[in-house]
């Protein structure tokens, strides 16, 4: 999702802006740019693509501007084009803004524009907040920002320079993050943690706004010194890739003391009653295949709905039941106005998320956190197998406990299919068309195999219950067509053969995720994972099925990390 970045300092500001943008990029983008004031103009520098792109033209600027603002933009309104890119002009160049977010009463504000003569060069909401700037500005850029900010609807976290103000730099927010650092002779703001680097950082409080210098950063709210909520970022070592070819693989490979450290948080806290989960992809996929361990732990009937579309659903009376959200990056539009809205209906709100202090935190009234630390790839690993062990430990009566505290080296074990998960990848980036198929809890880890798979390979990939193939989808079926089988309940055993026979019979090649001989023995190919009770076993299972997505990415020169059009939090309904 679109990025932030500003710094104002000692430093030289393109190279400064550039570096601020890389650590931005895992949030996915489609193009990027940079603004500063030099000689009393503001100066902006766009290229749709990649940061190197930019960077190609950024090569040649020399400049003594020492204070500027840049952004990576994910494409909302308006397709990814130079004009559609940030940062924006104000109608009389005086001001410059960096947004991300969505302004919800744009139509209004354009009108308002346009009735003063302005006419927007761009198809995107954030261009009006510069022209707005500057209509409100009367030599006083702090009191132009409050004024603006009290006239936009929706979410927001804008960065700003005015060219009277050279070297300072003016933010405000609403919902949308925005982190501020302070540091000797210098101050910078990034949309999250890992690019803000200094000796103190800040949250931007909801609704507050701040001035940028050299000198430090003077927070206000409602026109008055206000004081922002200082918050530890993440330490330099956990943004890199440690020795890893891509963030993807380190993460992979951190899921057992992820999935450890979650178990140990949620310590002796357990769910109980009538649950309803709420949650967007890879977290509705760790919901969904959590629902036959809540229904036994809880003993009451469970479900899971995607976020969107509990918005929209029919508002049935939530009270005395529990709606769980879950969230890695606890930012996601939908999720958090799924909470709002489980709320307003009288369900009792708890989230799980693995960032403490996120906009999903404030708006449930319990939370657990799950402590995965940051996630880079676009595509979750950790995300979702710290899901599911917060499940399993907050579903397990004391008979379980045991096996819920060795599932960390489950997990581990599970990562020793490495090599055949790279062998059997060849299948996937050569293929048409993919399927991965489970019942029960396998059900939930086929849905998350394939999009997995399909995320971050573009190989259209099709996740169901092993059940439901026979009921159209098996047509799709043919020579070497392939199709991965989860395996985990022994009492499911004999439905498992029947589904790798009926594939098999049409010429599909069945991939075997499971701990048992026979089943693999009546399978092309096994990917063997340890056998867990099954209940438990979606933390453990969906482990080859993310080495086999990965393996065939790299195969296919995929860009794994930063797949096209997705973006690492999606901030907008
Ligand atoms: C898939 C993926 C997405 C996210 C979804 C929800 O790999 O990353 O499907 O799972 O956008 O994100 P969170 O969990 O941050 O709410």
Redesign the pocket.
């Known amino acids: 999702m679109c990025g932030i970045i500003g710094y104002t300092g000692a430093d030289d500001i393109v190279r400064a802006l550039a570096g601020g943008l890389e650590k931005l990029e895992y949030r996915g983008y489609d193009s990027a740019g940079i603004a500063f004031a030099e000689h009393g103009r503001l100066r902006v520098i766009k290229s749709v693509g990649r940061i190197a792109l930019l960077e190609e033209k950024l090569a040649d600027v020399r400049t003594d501007a020492r204070c500027g603002i840049g952004h990576t933009r994910w494409a909302t309104h308006g397709r990814p084009t130079e004009i559609n890119c940030h940062p924006h002009l104000s109608f009389g160049k005086k001001f410059a803004v960096v947004h991300n977010g969505i302004i919800e009463n744009c139509r209004k504000l354009q009108t308002l524009c346009e009735n003063r003569g302005i006419t927007p060069v761009s198809d995107t909401d954030s261009e009006l907040i510069a022209h707005l700037l500057e209509l409100n500005y009367e030599g006083d850029a702090l009191s132009a920002v409050r004024r603006t900010a009290a006239m936009l609807e929706g979410s927001f976290a804008v960065a700003a320079l005015c060219s009277d103000a050279p070297d300072e730099i003016y933010a405000f927010r609403r919902s949308s993050p925005l982190i501020i650092g302070v540091g000797k002779g210098m101050c910078c703001l990034a949309s999250d943690g890992c690019a803000a680097r200094a000796e103190r950082t800040y949250l931007l409080g909801d609704g507050q706004y701040a001035r940028l210098s050299s000198r430090g950063a003077e927070f206000f709210s409602h026109g008055k010194p206000a004081a922002p909520k200082r918050i530890q970022t993440a330490d330099a070592g956990s943004c890199e890739r440690g020795g890893y070819a891509h963030f993807m693989l380190k993460e992979i490979h951190e899921q057992p003391e992820a999935a450890a450290r979650t178990i140990e948080a949620v310590g002796n806290r357990r769910l109980r009653g009538e649950v309803l989960y709420l949650?967007?992809?890879?977290?509705y996929n760790a919901a969904l295949a959590a629902i036959p361990l809540t229904e036994r732990g809880t003993g009451a009937e469970a479900h899971a709905v995607t976020a969107g579309e509990f918005l929209f659903s029919e508002r049935v009376n939530g009270r005395g039941k529990t709606a769980v959200l879950?969230?890695?990056?606890?930012?996601?539009a939908d999720?958090v106005a799924a909470a709002e809205e489980a709320k307003r209906r009288g369900y009792a709100t708890v989230s799980i998320t693995n960032v403490p202090r996120s906009s999903l935190t404030r708006a449930c009234r319990r939370n657990i956190l799950t402590h995965a630390g940051p996630e880079i790839s676009?595509?979750?690993t950790k995300?979702f197998t710290s899901q599911a062990a917060a499940l399993a430990a907050l579903l397990t009566g004391a008979e379980e406990e045991d096996a819920v505290r060795r599932l960390p080296f489950a997990i581990e074990r599970a990562l020793g299919c490495d090599g055949d998960a790279k062998a059997v990848s060849e299948l996937f980036a050569s293929c048409r068309t993919a399927f991965f198929v489970g019942r029960r809890e396998d059900c939930g880890a086929a849905y998350e195999g394939a999009?997995?798979l399909r995320?971050i390979t573009y190989v259209p990939a099709m996740g169901l219950s092993a059940g439901e193939l026979k009921h159209g989808t098996i047509s799709l079926v043919e020579e070497g067509t392939p199709v991965v089988l989860i395996h985990t309940d022994p009492a499911l055993k004999d439905k498992t053969l029947l589904t790798a026979a009926t594939v098999r019979a049409r010429g599909g090649t069945v991939i075997a995720v499971t701990a048992d001989d026979e089943v693999a023995a009546a399978c092309d190919f096994t990917l063997r994972i340890p056998f867990v009770p099954p209940l438990l076993s979606p933390a453990v299972s969906v482990v080859p099925l993310q080495l086999l997505a990965y393996h065939a990415a790299v195969r296919m020169g995929r860009d794994v990390d930063k797949p096209r059009n997705l973006a690492?939090?999606?901030t907008v309904e």
Do not use: D, I, Y
């Open positions: 949650g967007c992809g890879s977290s879950l969230s890695q990056s606890g930012e996601t999720t676009v595509a979750t995300g999009l997995k995320e690492k939090s999606v």
